[in-house]
């Protein structure tokens, strides 16, 4: 087995967290279950790549095994308190606030706690009296889970107000600081208060060790990352202390923003050339520190083809981060697949493949091409049913998807599975009235009709493919452009900030320079000949 470790740095970073590993508990439970579809007990799909196994004791009577994610969590300390399930099975509360510092005295301010919505009541419930859920009639059930849906499509403020995974206490940490507005964490210099913090940073890598040193043969560490504000600055130092004590680790680095941060037609003129170079030093310092980025998100996750199935709506992180979340469930789904060999159902699945082999095929064999995009379709053709379909018509519906945007990528690898994604029920209600309880698509166009969500869909098909093309050049050259317009070329007027965010000339050249070297594989003009799946 070939472990990989999962970290996850920043709010929607932690968004798309809760959702993947809802989607992987989902999994779990359903391969144990005896009435669950068959296509949920595939043995080929090693949940042990992503989990740990662990012993606990409740209630000082009995030891039991537990799985717990192989997964590290940051994020900033809140006025608020929040509810998160850890170990053991208890649900606990962390207390999370800020640190007000006020003329070298610190003050301490706590506001009132964040409460448990009703889904999470419903956890500890269950978890008290786990007969009280199985034992209900199916006309309870059934409101009883309306009105958690309710509940989640009004109410999700937080990302763990939806989380129903346990966690190892290693996993969650927290930063601290003496930020009085959260909304002026917003960009890379603004976390210089955290990395400069050696003795936080130092817990961080220690949370991360913990789990590396359990994993037998690690394949790599897959990181997500909010990459719209300070976090980005975290992350990248995180990143810069993973490449020195892990040399031969590979890192796959995924990108997420809320859609709400990505344009605001309210900025100003300092504001705007703030976030252009945010952008800039973002993307430079993340991308120097891992082997493959791949941006997740708005353009790269095509609204155009999933407007006629999915119904998003941008200002609930709660809705877009579902659909980043099932994009990397997709990616990863060949990372767990255990080596099986020839056998018939090779046309209908995608195959084995690790991290390692994932980006060889990327890298255009050892050409650093750094930075790929991603195509998804959900829902994709299902490759179960009555009528299956291959692989080559799964890989046809996507490439036509996406075929009016670009020319034949260079390289690519395409994702799917016989195991659908599964519906949890903390899943928002995102699917359009033309998508079937299997994931079918009914037909072409949607009816008017309330958005469907987990009391109406069980499984979703997906296909992920992601691709070493030149679509990514607008994204690198845009970042590129702004940091020599705003803070490389004589006068500019972005030096100034650079400077306060801690960078002198000389690095902001070397970041230059780092931009202008992942243009280089994309050039329009290279031969875009080969594909390969």
Not at 41 to 66: C, I, P
Not at 197 to 217: A, G, K, T
Not at 404 to 423: G, M, N, Q, W, Y
Request: aromatic fraction near 10%; charged fraction near 20%; hydrophobic fraction near 35%.
């Amino acid at each position: 087995m070939r472990e990989a470790v999962t970290v996850q740095v920043g709010g929607f970073a932690n968004y798309v967290g809760s959702h993947f590993w809802n989607f992987q508990d989902e999994l779990l439970g359903l391969a144990d279950d005896p009435d669950a579809d068959p296509v949920f007990k595939n043995d080929a799909l090693d949940m042990d790549v992503l989990y740990r196994s662990g012993e606990t004791h409740q209630h000082t009577m009995l030891d039991f095994t537990r799985v717990y994610p192989h997964t590290a969590l940051v994020w900033c300390r809140l006025v608020l308190e929040c509810w998160l399930r850890v170990h053991g099975g208890i649900i606990c509360r962390v207390p999370w606030f800020f640190e007000f510092i006020w003329s070298g005295s610190v003050t301490r301010s706590v506001s009132k706690p964040h409460g448990r919505n009703l889904f999470l009541q419903s956890l500890v419930e269950e978890g008290q009296n786990p007969s009280t859920s199985n034992g209900a009639s199916n006309s309870q059930k059934s409101v009883e889970d309306k009105d958690l849906i309710d509940c989640l499509e009004n109410s999700v403020n937080f990302w763990t107000d939806y989380s129903k995974v346990q966690y190892h206490p290693q996993s969650l940490y927290e930063l601290h600081g003496s930020w009085t507005d959260f909304d002026k964490f917003d960009n890379y210099g603004s976390a210089q208060e955290v990395v400069s913090d050696w003795s936080q940073i130092e817990e961080m890598n220690e949370r991360l060790r913990f789990f590396v040193e359990e994993c037998d043969h690690i394949q790599g560490i897959q990181f997500i990352v909010d990459d719209s504000g300070g976090f980005s600055s975290v992350a990248a130092q995180f990143l810069e202390n993973i490449a020195d004590d892990y040399t031969n680790t590979l890192v796959l680095l995924y990108c997420v923003r809320d859609p709400m941060t990505l344009g605001s037609s309210r900025r100003n003129q300092r504001e705007s050339i703030m976030r252009a170079l945010h952008d800039a030093v973002s993307f430079s310092k993340l991308s120097s520190f891992c082997n493959l980025m791949v941006p997740i998100g708005p353009p790269s996750l095509s609204r155009s083809y999933m407007s006629s199935y999915l119904y998003i709506q941008d200002e609930k992180p709660f809705h877009a981060s579902a659909v980043c979340a099932a994009a990397i469930h997709s990616i990863t789904v060949p990372f767990r697949l255990q080596r099986t060999g020839p056998s018939s159902d090779l046309a209908h699945s995608s195959g084995n493949l690790d991290i390692g082999e994932l980006l060889h095929i990327l890298s255009d064999q050892g050409r650093q091409n750094m930075v790929t995009a991603l195509d998804v379709a959900m829902p994709a053709p299902s490759l179960t049913g009555g009528q299956r379909t291959s692989i080559s018509q799964v890989k046809g519906s996507v490439c036509s998807v996406y075929e009016a945007r670009e020319t034949k990528p260079k390289f690519s690898h395409l994702s799917a599975s016989l195991c659908p994604l599964p519906v949890p029920l903390p899943f928002p209600s995102i699917f359009r009235g033309n998508i079937g309880r299997h994931g079918e698509i009914l037909s072409d166009h949607a009816e008017e009709s309330q958005p469907k969500g987990s009391l109406d869909i069980e499984s979703i098909p997906m296909a992920a493919r992601l691709r070493s093309s030149s679509a990514v050049l607008p994204f690198i050259e845009r970042r590129s452009g702004s940091l020599q317009k705003h803070g490389v070329a004589r006068g500019a007027i972005g030096s100034l900030v650079l400077r306060d965010w801690g960078f002198g000339r000389e690095e902001v050249e070397d970041m230059a320079e780092h931009l202008a070297k992942l243009l280089g594989p994309f050039h329009p003009e290279m031969d875009l000949t080969s594909d390969s799946d």
